[in-house]
């Protein structure tokens, strides 16, 4: 039966693939050549740096060989620390080892992009050099140093072979793409001012929150390499932050807007061709003036308070993502703080962090306990893993292709050292002979598909088949030592599937979690602009995070989306409570403050409450358009109108979430009857 080459690799289909693929298996050739002429101890380690540093472009390639630097040095000095300290004691030694590389673990959860490889790569380096040294005549110190030593020729290898033609991170590219969907959110809110609203609108909107979360996700990686690319990073996620709020207030602005008189018409559709024009400007590179849009909402002061209130938050989140895309268009961006502030996933660092110590705990018990020397594999093939996949939202179907690649390379490494390395005469021969296999795992490793099968089987077949070792080798202590490297790497497979998962689910979870966290704090700390401000950065940086692991999912977006209108109005009454402390409103305006700053366990009920205050602060001599009244009626809605999302504890079962809606408005109708 003829199979065609690019089934079984999907690279070869493209030119840059190809080439990629022929850079990458040239340069750890050519570190494993290099480490073995200096005479340097396993000098596939050399190799094994160009395949775990390689990357389609020359940025991410420079940052990450600079991480694999920096993680290699400071796992081997911690090594050789925990040696130090333990007195090489192995059980001692161990139990250090397990909770290093849950600090490591939990560390590459904290940190974001190339900074969490570079912490992941220290605890992987760590077990390395002490799983392969506890208990043997080696020294602790040797090994680490000739470890470092394979790193730096892999990394110089790999600048020298791959960065040199690879192609530069794609930062103008960033440029034009942010001003097309900053072109395309002003086009979105001159939309809604028209006098018909498209029927695809809220679909438009999803489409235009999900396009801002995989832009601010992928904007590291574009501008990586490249320390003035990176300084456009702050004002890119002002800009976002900006975008997201325009979005956010857009609906409210209508809402108000279909409430003004006729007379004011033209004055609307003057403001909506100003959007056009400004998106026009923008699109042609004609700068980001924003005195035709001011001229249109001059015209429209003064005509409704609520109106009014809505054309501040408008108007302030222009001016942001104005001031930041000058900023960022700019050839030397100025520093500038940012409006998105990173809020690490705590709870997705804890389950990091105790699986990191949990899964190497058990292979060290059972090593300890057993004596048997081969278990040193298991916990070695269990630490490297655990360390490399743990700050991934699905590590699970990784993992299945690293189990089938490594799978692939036991079988190759076991018959290459009984067939064919006891025949070969010489160290260079064999490497020689071993190329196109290293060339064939390079190929699978250059396509996104097969990336992992590819590099899974380079990692396990150099690590077993020692390439330029043509000593004797016992076939059962080879078998033996790969079917115990298999089995730690499915013991950490099982560990991600079944015992301590984190999957995307999960991690949404976690961020819904952190959402409403934010909410509460900023109710807690309304009165506190700055405070308030720094959580409402932090709630944007959320929004993006859970969006884009949700894509334009319905109710997830639209949930975001009044989670962030929830945390602005939570602001203003803050905002409103410190200046005018006597105002009618204010004892009902601290009540909702009150019970928004703490958990919703049943966020209808709290919709109801702050519904019951706005009442209340009419009564009490508020005018119903006074903007505090319909702070408190926007926040209620928002509540009442996405009770799922907001609620503390997502049900498990599909029905009790009406379970919990009836028993909530049945509450409330006896509450009304009272």
């Known amino acids: 039966m003829h199979i065609q080459p690019f089934l079984l690799f999907p690279a070869l289909r493209h030119p840059a693939s190809r080439s990629y693929a022929l850079r990458l298996a040239a340069a750890s050739i050519l570190a494993m050549a290099a480490a073995t002429a200096f005479s340097i101890a396993n000098p596939w380690w050399a190799a094994m740096a160009v395949w775990m540093i390689g990357q389609p472009t020359r940025g991410l390639l420079l940052e990450r060989s600079l991480m694999q630097l920096l993680g290699t040095l400071a796992g081997g000095l911690a090594a050789v620390g925990l040696a130090a300290l333990t007195d090489g004691a192995p059980a001692l030694l161990l139990t250090a080892l397990c909770v290093w590389l849950g600090l490591c673990c939990g560390a590459s959860n904290l940190l974001r992009h190339q900074r969490a490889y570079g912490a992941a790569l220290c605890g992987l380096t760590t077990a390395v050099i002490v799983v392969l040294t506890v ?7 040797t090994f680490a140093t000739a470890r470092m030593l394979d790193n730096m020729i892999g990394i110089a290898a790999s600048l020298l072979v791959i960065a040199l033609w690879n192609p530069p991170s794609p930062a103008a590219a960033l440029l034009e793409k942010t001003r097309d969907l900053l072109c395309a959110t002003l086009a979105h809110a001159a939309l809604q001012l028209g006098p018909e609203l498209p029927t695809d609108l809220v679909p438009r909107a999803r489409r235009l929150v999900a396009a801002l979360a995989e832009l601010e996700t992928t904007a590291e990686d574009a501008t990586a390499g490249s320390l003035s690319q990176r300084r456009r990073l702050k004002p890119l996620r002002g800009l976002l932050a900006g975008l997201l709020d325009l979005v956010a207030v857009m609906p409210a602005l209508r809402q108000h807007a279909t409430a003004l008189a006729p007379a004011h018409a033209e004055d609307l559709d003057q403001l909506r061709a100003s959007l056009d024009d400004l998106a026009e400007t923008i699109q042609a590179g004609r700068g980001t003036s924003l005195a035709i849009v001011r001229t249109a909402t001059r015209r429209l002061r003064g005509a409704d308070p609520l109106f009014d209130t809505c054309l501040d938050e408008f108007e302030q989140a222009l001016a942001a993502i ?3 895309y000058r900023n960022m268009a700019a050839t030397l961006p100025e520093p500038a703080a940012s409006a998105s502030v990173h809020h690490p996933d705590i709870a997705g660092v804890r ?21 048997w020397e081969p278990l040193r594999y298991l916990m070695l093939g269990a630490c490297i893993f655990t360390a490399l996949f743990a700050s991934v939202d699905e590590p699970v179907p990784l993992m299945r292709r690293v ?11 076991f018959a290459w050292r009984v067939g064919i390395a006891p025949v070969v005469s010489h160290p260079w021969l064999s490497l020689a002979l071993a190329s196109p296999l290293i060339l064939a795992a390079a190929t699978a490793q250059a396509h996104r598909g097969t990336a992992f099968i590819g590099l899974a089987f380079n990692m396990l077949f150099a690590v077993l088949a020692q390439p330029v070792n043509i000593g004797p080798a016992e076939p059962m202590a080879l078998l033996t030592v790969e079917l115990m490297l298999l089995t730690g790497i499915a013991c950490s497979y099982a560990a991600y599937r079944w015992l301590i998962p984190m999957t995307t689910q999960r991690r949404r979870r976690h961020l819904h979690r952190a959402i409403r966290a934010e909410i509460a704090a900023i109710a807690q700390q309304a009165g506190t602009p700055a405070r308030a401000v720094r959580h409402l950065a932090r709630l944007r940086f959320l929004i993006l995070a859970l969006i884009a692991r949700s894509g334009t999912e319905a109710a997830t977006a639209d949930g975001a989306l009044a989670a962030l209108s929830l945390g602005h109005a939570l602001a203003r009454m803050g905002h409103m409570l410190d200046r ?22 049943m966020p209808h009920d709290a919709g109801a409450t702050l519904q019951n205050y706005a009442t209340r602060a009419r009564a009490a001599g508020a005018s119903a358009t006074m903007p505090a009244v319909r702070w408190l009626e926007e926040a209620a809605e928002h509540l009442t109108e996405h009770t799922a999302f907001f609620r503390t504890q997502p049900a498990r079962k599909a029905w009790a979430p009406q379970v919990a809606d009836l028993s909530s408005s049945r509450a409330r109708q006896g509450r009304e009857r009272a």
């Open 135 to 141: 208990g043997t005549p080696l020294d602790t110190a």
């Open 322 to 324: 104005a001031a930041s």
């Open 351 to 371: 389950i990091a962090a105790w699986r990191g110590v949990a899964i190497p705990a058990l292979a060290a018990g059972a090593w300890l306990a057993s004596g």
């Open 403 to 413: 189990l089938a690649g490594a799978t692939a390379a036991a079988v190759a490494a």
């Open 580 to 601: 005018r402390p006597d105002a009618p409103e204010a004892p009902w305006i601290g009540q909702a403050l009150h019970t928004m700053s703490k958990p919703l366990a």
